[in-house]
């Protein structure tokens, strides 16, 4: 009797305890904000795989794409507080208006640029933004590029949109709210800032509250806006990127072997990014342009010309949120930068 009862009970712990988590795992919530699929979902389940294959099962990860789990905003938010621990999607301003030289128009002109500023040998637009992620309780990993921003039209503009002294007919121009950078190089370029929130940008163009959207990218202008956009215009406003980042504390618990592994899988496919990137761009624009949107790119003379109005204009206006000092060191190292 006892040796009938006791064997199957020992095979049922014995299953059992092999079903188990590895002693000591974490099981944590990634979450990004594009859809299923894109380039970040898919870097994001590369991380995962790497991390728990690596880790033999002390990391384990449920993963929230597209926005399940709210805005990026929201999100990023989230992560500060700990109720998300890892993250790829911008960083959130709202705790810290530092960390708006995440979009500083033309903080970086061109993909080389780009890679020098934040994955390079010296990249010190990463090391910037890493310190002040570090004040809202963030461990930045890595960084994944997303495209260069531009401007969208609704209508074929008469002037010349690459020449940022050219008249522009008293045009309204999306800006993202509470963007001091973009008002500023919207008005700066001719235009009347319109504030405009994401999601409201398609009703916007569509009805004419605004005659063109400043903040998008080639994909997300393509994929979003495609039925209301009659003219693309890749100024290269901003490079348009999200970071690979941690609760802080929670990355803290973790061993310095587990912090390696998390490091080295992140920075490893976050750094793919840059070159998939830069084809998605040209993809998309020629997409665009074979759905009958007329295509403007600014010679390398206007894009010197555009970013030249730009930081002497606009950044001054930003020198008590991101500091004068980060202002001044940036302009020396872009100056130096060919």
């Known amino acids: 009797m006892k040796k009938s009862f006791w064997k199957p009970f020992l095979a049922?712990?014995?299953?059992?305890?092999?079903?188990?988590?590895?002693?000591?795992a974490v099981k944590w919530k990634m979450a990004h904000y594009m859809p299923v699929d894109s380039m970040i979902d898919d870097i994001a389940k590369n991380i995962i795989a790497e991390v728990e294959e690596k880790s033999k099962g002390e990391i384990k990860f449920d993963l929230f794409p597209a926005q399940q789990l709210g805005s990026w905003e929201e999100m990023s938010q989230q992560i500060m507080r700990g109720a998300i621990q890892v993250g790829i999607m911008p960083v959130s301003a709202v705790y810290n208006q530092a960390l708006q030289i995440r979009v500083l128009p033309y903080c970086v002109m061109n993909w080389k640029q780009a890679r020098e500023a934040f994955?390079?040998?010296?990249?010190?637009?990463?090391?910037?933004?890493?310190?002040?992620?570090?004040?809202?309780?963030?461990?930045a990993l890595a960084v994944v590029a997303e495209g260069f921003g531009g401007m969208g039209f609704s209508r074929v503009p008469s002037f010349d949109p690459c020449d940022p002294d050219s008249g522009k007919n008293g045009f309204k121009a999306r800006v993202p709210g509470g963007n001091i950078a973009f008002e500023s190089m919207a008005q700066e370029f001719g235009y009347i800032p319109t504030s405009v929130a994401w999601g409201e940008i398609y009703m916007a163009l569509q009805t004419g509250l605004v005659d063109c959207q400043m903040g998008?990218?080639?994909?997300?202008?393509?994929?979003?806006?495609?039925d209301v956009t009659k003219a693309w215009v890749q100024l290269n406003t901003h490079f348009q990127h999200s970071f690979v980042y941690v609760n802080k504390k929670a990355w803290e618990k973790l061993s310095p072997e587990l912090k390696e592994i998390l490091q080295t899988a992140a920075r490893k496919y976050a750094d793919t990014s840059?070159?998939?990137a830069e084809k998605?761009?040209?993809?998309?624009?020629?997409?665009?342009?074979d759905a009958g949107v007329k295509i403007y790119v600014p010679t390398d003379d206007q894009y010197a010309k555009l970013a030249a109005k730009i930081r002497a204009k606009t950044w001054p206006k930003l020198e008590g949120i991101v500091g004068k000092a980060t202002i001044d060191n940036?302009?020396?190292?872009?100056n130096s930068v060919k």
């Open 12 to 24: 049922v712990c014995l299953v059992g305890a092999l079903c188990l988590p590895a002693l000591g």
């Open 119 to 139: 994955i390079g040998e010296n990249p010190y637009l990463f090391n910037i933004l890493a310190k002040e992620m570090d004040k809202s309780r963030l461990k």
């Open 216 to 226: 998008g990218q080639p994909y997300s202008t393509q994929s979003q806006f495609i």
């Open 274 to 276: 840059f070159e998939r």
């Open 280 to 289: 998605e761009d040209a993809m998309y624009m020629q997409k665009m342009a």
């Open 330 to 334: 940036l302009l020396a190292v872009l």
